[in-house]
């Protein structure tokens, strides 16, 4: 089986940082695109950023100039460092990822996700 195991969120004051960690683990054979969605309460999930196998990244335009989002492939591990937090940013977020099984099977695997709150 695969797994998105998430880490790194947590209360920050508006303007702090946090950096959010996705290690995928099990049955990979390849990682094709991964990304991070978030989730307010009350709210739908929305799309945060994504990132190719290649590195090449796409952000939404919330997160545009304040989050990067990165990987390592020998890892299989996500990374989003979020900088200048705003209270509109507190939400769960979920690392996403497009995966080759071992079995030769390309699925969709979503982490846990993690609560990030910004709040003074």
């Known amino acids: 089986q695969v797994q998105l195991v998430e880490s790194g969120g947590g209360l920050v004051q508006p303007g702090g940082s946090l950096r959010l960690s996705c290690e995928a683990s099990?049955?990979?054979?390849?990682?094709?695109?991964m990304g991070w969605f978030r989730q307010a309460p009350g709210k739908e999930r929305e799309w945060v950023a994504t990132?190719?196998?290649?590195?090449?990244?796409n952000y939404a335009d919330s997160a545009k100039g304040r989050f990067t989002v990165s990987r390592d492939n020998a890892k299989n591990t996500l990374y989003l460092q979020m900088n200048s937090l705003k209270p509109e940013d507190t939400a769960v977020y979920y690392c996403h990822a497009n995966i080759r099984s071992t079995g030769g099977y390309n699925d969709n695997y979503w982490g846990q996700g993690t609560q990030v709150t910004v709040s003074s």
């Open positions: 990132i190719p196998k290649d590195g090449t990244t």
């Open positions: 099990g049955s990979i054979f390849s990682i094709n695109a």
